[in-house]
């Protein structure tokens, strides 16, 4: 026997945090909602009986009890009541953590209240409409993921969709430029898991000769072609009932394409020169740096199996994208290189970590994983200072075409300025900001397809923010 609810839904709020719950509560007043505010999971639960919620938004770390417990204790009461958790200390362990404890949805701090409002609407309708929490237990639920670090919402974006997805068994395509770790994600993907017992098999599809690849794939009866002095099974064997990851997919030649878009199909192949179908069970997470739909408009790729494997679509972010991480991963592997070296860990002084921090990184953490080992080794004390660098980091030619560009831009904005106050106009400040506002806005559009969530977060902004500035700036067309 279900719980009875009030005429309106009721939305509960529980954070510690007094700012939180009044921008929710406040977001929320035009809402037909009943809205109550916690500042503890337990006082909320002593509402439980009396006040029962329709859904629940809660913080992760509270003082007395943390979010995760208390969803747990909300689902002892009533499985069916939709949580919705947020945290301002997002990482891959709290995400998933969160999905397998079966919450409606995750959502990091600092948030868009658009965003959080839509979620808890959605809250409500799942609630009223009688559906159950989303998610499913893993089979490994101890396990705990590997260390992918990062606070930047683009990598908040990542932790989430692998909370959601980890646990399904549905096909990933994770996109991202070299470098960037979609090996690491595609492994966590992985080890979070109902497979993560059965093998993780990866192949990098560019690095194999056309002639070799299709072995490799569905492996090869004893003498099928020259040199074939025995019977092979391939990756896809290998990898039943595990996962396969198939690394640099748009490399792949098209008619591998077509037997591979079979596999996936059927989950049955022949290997080379066999006459004997091999049934198989695996996940493929495969991964690309490159534009897949130009691949596909090129006629290098095909359509069909573009759709098949961009089921869920996982875009790691550039290293440049999220630079408020790059202290946070200089730190790590700085730790890491030293202890798997055997070698005094070395600091970074502030100076180094602050102009690390502003390098584009054309190699992304590949290349960051790289400098500090370089450090570890060659640094003479045991703090890291700017004479340590590398010349090829302190002078680098990319660099300075940057900033010569910098510079003729600058030229460009102080010759305007001075003939806009030359002829007497004022509200020189007001005329800039609105013109250099609308060329930024203009390029994130661009950048993410006129994709505002997007653009918003290419900007550094939220998208109220966003919005506001292009109603302002009468750019809605």
Request: glycine letters at 6%.
């Amino acid at each position: 026997m279900g719980i009875k609810q009030e005429i309106n839904p009721v939305v509960w709020i529980v954070d510690d945090d007094a700012s939180i719950r009044w921008v929710l509560e406040t977001a929320l007043e035009d809402k037909p909602y009943v809205v109550k505010v916690f500042e503890s999971p337990l006082h909320a639960l002593k509402a439980l009986d009396s006040q029962p919620p329709t859904v629940v938004v809660s913080d992760v770390r509270m003082p007395d009890m943390d979010g995760l417990t208390f969803m747990e204790a909300i689902h002892e009461k009533d499985k069916k009541i939709p949580v919705i958790i947020m945290t301002a200390h997002a990482d891959l362990n709290t995400a998933v953590k969160s999905f397998q404890s079966k919450a409606f949805e995750y959502l990091p701090k600092p948030f868009d209240i658009d965003e959080a409002i839509g979620l808890v609407d959605r809250a409500v309708k799942r609630r009223l409409s009688g559906g159950v929490s989303r998610g499913k237990r893993l089979l490994k639920a101890e396990k705990q993921p590997l260390n992918i670090i990062g606070v930047a919402p683009a990598m908040q974006e990542v932790f989430r969709i692998l909370g959601r997805v980890a646990q399904l068994d549905v096909t990933v395509l994770i996109n991202g430029e070299t470098g960037t770790g979609k090996e690491l994600v595609a492994q966590a993907l992985h080890e979070l898991s109902p497979r993560a017992d059965a093998p993780f098999v990866a192949l990098n599809t560019a690095a194999i000769p056309r002639d070799l690849l299709e072995s490799e794939l569905f492996g090869h009866e004893k003498g099928s072609f020259t040199g074939a002095h025995s019977q092979r099974i391939g990756r896809f064997e290998e990898a039943n009932g595990g996962t396969l990851f198939l690394d640099e997919i748009g490399d792949m030649p098209v008619d591998l394409q077509t037997r591979l878009l079979r596999v996936l199909n059927d989950g049955v192949f022949y290997r080379v020169g066999g006459r004997t179908p091999v049934t198989t069970d695996v996940r493929i997470v495969a991964a690309t740096h490159q534009n897949m739909a130009q691949l596909v408009r090129d006629g290098k790729f095909r359509e069909d199996l573009l759709y098949r494997l961009n089921i869920i679509r996982i875009k790691v972010p550039a290293l440049r994208e999220r630079q408020e991480d790059i202290p946070l991963l200089l730190r790590f592997y700085m730790e890491k290189e030293a202890r798997a070296l055997g070698l005094e860990e070395k600091a970074l002084s502030p100076k180094v970590e602050q102009f690390l921090s502003s390098l584009p990184w054309p190699g992304n953490v590949r290349q960051l994983k790289s400098l500090c080992t370089w450090l570890t080794i060659m640094a003479p004390d045991k703090t890291v200072q700017m004479e340590d660098l590398p010349l090829e980091l302190k002078h680098p030619t990319e660099t300075q075409s940057v900033d010569v560009g910098s510079d003729q831009w600058e030229q460009g904005l102080q010759q305007w300025s001075e003939q806009f106050l030359q002829s007497g106009r004022e509200g020189l400040h007001t005329c800039a900001e609105a013109m250099f506002e609308k060329v930024l806005i203009n390029a994130a559009l661009k950048a993410s397809h006129n994709h505002r969530q997007k653009a918003a977060i290419l900007l550094g902004w939220g998208r109220n923010t966003l919005t506001r500035k292009i109603q302002s700036l009468g750019l809605e067309d």
